[in-house]
């Protein structure tokens, strides 16, 4: 495939929506307010598992301003889910809201307070009077939980379980063994904006204001909940203050408020609570991951075993696929990937940045550290042993693989030659030196997709995507793709994009939004390049159209195995005092495919690579064993990352040249830096102090026993 090569793809243009973002002219979905729009308050059950018997509206209903209350007694009725909308199965759980009783766990939405002002509507959702039938509820997740199951299928369609070769034999023969267990809480998503949506009813047509990473497909999920054409609703996700998954598929607010505009007959506005949202827009279910590493005395792996416990619901099963990493990484003979999970009454879990990858690669990437110790090999050297040119689970030569490329230009950067093997011994007073390193991965995936391009005859561009920006500089990149392909000035591209009036795009997740919007608006772009050479005497007055789509290229097989990779280094400090872990440089390396947007692409790269800190020192969250809800459920008791926590952080990569992705030849690069950040944090950790500690977070109430049992 012919790559595009021209200086605007990889320049550092400036984000498109920039000034607007910083004026408060970018208006996102709570900030749509149509003439006569109400407010709803949504009201989550208090039990962890039961029923409703009573709702008593009478004293919410009495107070100034409210306008209704919706129960499953007066909600308006949804259809069943088909499961003709690609993510979204029949048994999604938005289908189930406030259509019966029951409570699958807690924080369910069992109301909808619906007031003149978001005021009012919360007071009155506080004055609402539920009464429940409770029943015995189990949320705790252990090893040997009786309900575990190994699923056909992971997140991703990955089979749950892959073995090959005879690992049992393999691993008691190996010189050297490494048998494990590493574990993780559940994790949140809480994007910067919370989850919002603004619904209005006209003549039948539904119009939304979503936040969203996929205005598709949340218009194809309202279209069948509330048995309408397509045609009959229009979902604009314009600006979109983040998502990490949590947006990918509709969540309640914009269910919620399209029940509530269709019950009161006036536009209404639903914006979820931070409080509330763990319990309601999914989370990465907390693991128990087993690695057993058998090895010759030279570190090359002859044995490799990655077995993955977790949770789901009891409405749908989601399993976060932490044991597939495991089949790409390292070349090993004999290998055992299983997934193991058991239906909680928690949450259903979903999408958080890098699902799968981030936390098996945390397990698997501090199994490889311990192996390395254990042989005497270097960290960096032992991952080289053991690279491969092709993906150990299927065979399949790698499209193009430097994760060796990164290891070593890392390795260079960081000074990590000068690094002293020996563990606990570098020290600065009370402080405690380490440095780390991990190995990432990511897959490509590229959807289908569709886009017009328009050629003016004062020679400027329109192109239009139903493409999601949700904050990675979208529009930005999209117009540089356009702006190439026509042979343009930059300026001379204007990218309409986030609404279902375009034409249709995939959403924005798995990395794969670049790559499968930005071959759309390039095919379509070249293709009016074409019709424009046919008009040498000008355009005619109406301009030049065309439009184009991808399903038959993203659609063919590959026989390539085609993934990004990357290799990240941390220092860190310890206190011996307090327990306190402080990274005191994050540096980060990536072979990405062509890098599109020098300046957007740093900002992907360090942005994940904070979010792996956070999951490394400081972002945990526990279920009450009593209560069923997430103990941390705020930014108050759920620590992201502060600018004061991160200090230095860089991040480089390696400009490939992959023929077998697109014609832009780019990968995504939305995921990888969150994947080895944490497991080189964590390694860095054990060379400070000279003791393993295998559950994150790291933080000072886990650090500090240790060290003073040492």
């Not at 039948?204 to 045609?231: I, M, N, P, W």
């Not at 509530?260 to 989370?283: C, E, I, N, W």
């Not at 010759?296 to 399993?319: C, M, Q």
Request: net charge negative; charged share 20%; glycine share 10%.
């Amino acid at each position: 495939m012919t790559h595009v090569r021209t200086p605007l793809l990889g320049s550092p243009a400036v984000r498109r929506e920039a000034r607007e973002k910083v004026t408060g002219a970018a208006r996102y979905a709570a900030e749509h307010t149509p003439p006569g729009c109400l407010y709803g308050w949504p009201v989550p059950a208090a039990i962890a598992r039961g029923r409703v018997t009573a709702v008593h509206t009478d004293e919410a209903l009495a107070l100034p301003g409210v306008r209704a209350v919706l129960t499953h007694e007066n909600a308006p009725r949804l259809a069943p889910l088909d499961g003709r909308v690609w993510l979204v199965p029949p048994d999604d759980p938005i289908a189930a809201l406030l259509q019966n009783t029951r409570i699958p766990h807690n924080g369910w939405y069992v109301a909808l307070v619906v007031a003149d002002t978001l005021e009012n509507a919360r007071r009155a959702a506080q004055a609402l009077r539920i009464e429940y039938d409770a029943q015995n509820h189990d949320v705790h997740l252990t090893a040997d939980h009786p309900g575990l199951y190994t699923p056909k299928e992971a997140n991703g369609g990955y089979p749950g379980a892959r073995e090959r070769g005879d690992f049992d034999t393999a691993f008691a023969a190996a010189a050297v063994q490494v048998d494990e267990v590493y574990t993780l809480t559940a994790l949140h998503n809480h994007p910067m904006e919370p989850h919002a949506a603004t619904a209005q009813w006209d003549e039948g047509h539904l119009t939304v204001y979503d936040s969203s990473q996929g205005a598709g497909t949340v218009r194809d999920v309202l279209a069948g909940l509330f048995q309408l054409g397509k045609e009959q609703v229009t979902v604009v996700s314009e600006h979109v203050g983040g998502g990490f998954g949590s947006k990918g598929t509709p969540r309640p607010s914009v269910v919620l408020a399209a029940m509530g505009a269709l019950h009161t007959g006036r536009p209404v506005k639903v914006s979820l609570p931070r409080r509330q949202m763990p319990m309601v827009v999914g989370h990465r279910a907390p693991l128990i991951q087993r690695v057993r590493l058998g090895a010759a005395a030279d570190g090359v792996l002859t044995a490799l075993a990655h077995e993955a416990i977790t949770h789901t619901s009891t409405i749908k099963e989601f399993v976060e696929q932490a044991a597939v990493p495991a089949r790409v990484m390292y070349t090993s003979p004999h290998s055992r990937t299983v997934h193991r999970v058991t239906a909680l009454d928690v949450p259903t879990p979903s999408w958080m940045r890098a699902p799968g990858e981030a936390p098996g690669m945390y397990a698997l990437e501090s199994a490889m550290d311990e192996l390395a110790v254990a042989t005497g090999v270097d960290p960096v050297e032992l991952r080289l042993r053991n690279d491969s040119d092709t993906e150990p689970d299927s065979g399949r030569p790698f499209s193009s693989r430097h994760l060796a490329e990164c290891l070593r230009e890392g390795a260079r950067r960081f000074g990590w030659a000068g690094r002293d093997p020996q563990p606990g011994v570098r020290r600065e007073g009370d402080l405690l030196l380490g440095t780390g390193v991990a190995a990432s991965a990511y897959p490509v995936f590229i959807m289908p997709s569709s886009a017009s391009a328009h050629a003016a005859p004062d020679s400027t561009y329109h192109v239009r995507v139903n493409a999601t920006d949700i904050g990675t500089g979208a529009r930005t990149v999209l117009a540089q793709i356009a702006a190439a392909a026509l042979d343009a000035p930059l300026e001379s591209v204007r990218i309409d994009i986030g609404s279902t009036d375009l034409p249709r795009a995939p959403l924005a997740g798995g990395s794969s939004g670049t790559a499968s919007w930005g071959w759309s608006v390039h095919k379509a772009c070249s293709l009016l390049a074409e019709r424009m050479r046919e008009h040498p005497g000008g355009l005619p007055p109406e301009g030049v159209t065309v439009t184009a789509d991808t399903q038959e290229e993203a659609g063919e097989e590959t026989p390539y195995a085609r993934h990004a990779f990357g290799a990240q280094f941390a220092e860190v400090q310890v206190d011996s005092v307090t327990g306190e872990v402080r990274v005191r440089r994050l540096l980060g390396v990536f072979a990405a495919g062509r890098i599109l947007n020098a300046r957007t692409a740093r900002s992907q790269f360090i942005g994940g690579m904070t979010m792996g800190l956070g999951m490394a020192l400081t972002e945990g969250s526990t279920i009450d064993a009593a209560f069923g809800d997430f103990s941390e459920s705020d930014l108050a008791s759920y620590h992201v990352p502060s600018c004061a926590d991160v200090s230095a952080i860089d991040a480089h990569w390696i400009d490939e040249d992959d023929p077998h992705l697109n014609p832009m030849g780019s990968k995504g690069i939305g995921e990888i830096g969150i994947v080895g950040t944490a497991a080189a944090i964590a390694n860095a950790v054990h060379h400070a102090i000279g003791v393993r500690l295998r559950e994150l977070p790291l933080t000072p109430d886990k650090v500090l026993p240790r060290l003073t049992a040492g």
